[in-house]
Nanobody, 120 residues
Framework: QVQLVESGGGLVQAGGSLRLSCAAS????????MGWYRQTPGKQRELVAA???????NYADSVKGRFTISRDNAKNTVYLQMNGLKPEDTAVYYC??????????????WGQGTQVTVSS
């Protein structure tokens, strides 16, 4: 059993900042890529940012220069620092973790989602 718990969402004015956190717990033993996705009504979930165990990152073009993803491997936690927020960043943000234990194939796990609303 694996659980991802997200926190940090909320309401912020344009130009403001938020920091999202996602902590993985349970039977997972080895965590591979971690990332953040977002989704708005009527649209597919899109990748916002991802990070490998070694620290290699990639970002959606729309957030480059504004968002920073990081991870603490000892705590099985991934963060998303969001600066210079824009109304178009409004979405439900989902944490994603790819991982396994020593005896399993890797699987994708998802957080419950946290609402980020940016007002103009």
């Amino acid at each position: 059993q694996v659980q991802l718990v997200e926190s940090g969402g909320g309401l912020v004015q344009a130009g403001g900042s938020l920091r999202l956190s996602c902590a993985a717990s349970g039977s997972i033993f080895i965590i591979n890529r971690m990332g953040w996705y977002r989704q708005t009504p009527g649209k597919q979930r899109e990748l916002v940012a991802a990070i490998t165990p070694g620290g290699t990152t990639n970002y959606a073009d729309s957030v480059k220069g504004r968002f920073t993803i990081s991870r603490d491997n000892a705590k099985n936690t991934v963060y998303l620092q969001m600066n210079g927020l824009k109304p178009e960043d409004t979405a439900v943000y989902y944490c994603n973790v790819n991982g396994r234990n020593r005896l399993s194939d890797p699987l994708d796990y998802w957080g419950q989602g946290t609402q980020v609303t940016v007002s103009s």
